[in-house]
């Protein structure tokens, strides 16, 4: 499954999706230019919550916001925001772009599989109204 096709799933916003557009997963990885960009892709692909959760509990302590997302769209411009940036590629470096490609490779993989699962389930659940109306 394709970085934008997954993030498109899970809802990531047009703006980053558009910058993404052909970008490897690799090549995203080392070249994202915003760090609130780079901590919701490690989020979003299962990096270790040690090295993520920290940052976004930062967030929301400084800026008052419960929502870490809402709370680093506020940011944009500030010295705040240029420390996430910081963090953000101290997280880019020590996360190397093959470990992110895979996960990204298995979160897409798993997502792939709970669809066929949701899908079969509502299978059998319409096989089985049908029965029963038929009777």
Same mark, same amino acid.
């Given at each position: 499954?394709?970085?934008?096709?997954?993030?498109?799933?899970?809802?990531?916003?047009?703006?980053?999706?558009?910058?993404?557009g052909?970008?490897?997963?690799?090549?995203?990885?080392? !070249?994202?230019p915003r760090g609130?960009?780079? =901590?919701?892709?490690?989020?979003?692909?299962g990096?270790a919550r $040690? /090295?993520? &959760?920290?940052?976004?509990?930062?967030?929301?302590?400084?800026?008052g916001?419960?929502?870490?997302a809402?709370?680093?769209?506020?940011?944009?411009?500030t010295?705040?925001?240029? !420390?996430l940036l910081?963090?953000?590629n101290? =997280?880019?470096e020590?996360?190397?772009?093959?470990?992110?490609? $895979? /996960?990204v &490779?298995?979160?897409?993989?798993?997502?792939e599989?709970r669809?066929?699962?949701?899908?079969?389930?509502?299978?059998?659940?319409?096989?089985?109204?049908?029965?029963?109306?038929?009777?």
């Open positions: 499954m394709r970085l934008t096709r997954l993030l498109r799933l899970l809802g990531a916003c047009k703006e980053g999706l558009d910058w993404i052909d970008r490897s997963t690799k090549q995203v990885w080392r !070249e994202c609130d960009w780079l =901590l919701y892709l490690a989020r979003q692909m990096v $040690e /090295l993520v &959760e920290p940052v976004y509990a930062g967030i929301k302590e400084r800026t916001n419960p929502d870490a809402a709370g680093v769209a506020a940011l944009t411009g010295p705040l925001a240029m !420390e910081r963090i953000a101290d =997280l880019r020590r996360i190397s772009e093959a470990h992110f490609a $895979e /996960l &490779e298995r979160k897409g993989a798993d997502y599989h669809r066929k699962q949701r899908v079969a389930h509502q299978r059998h659940g319409r096989k089985v109204r049908q029965r029963k109306a038929a009777t």
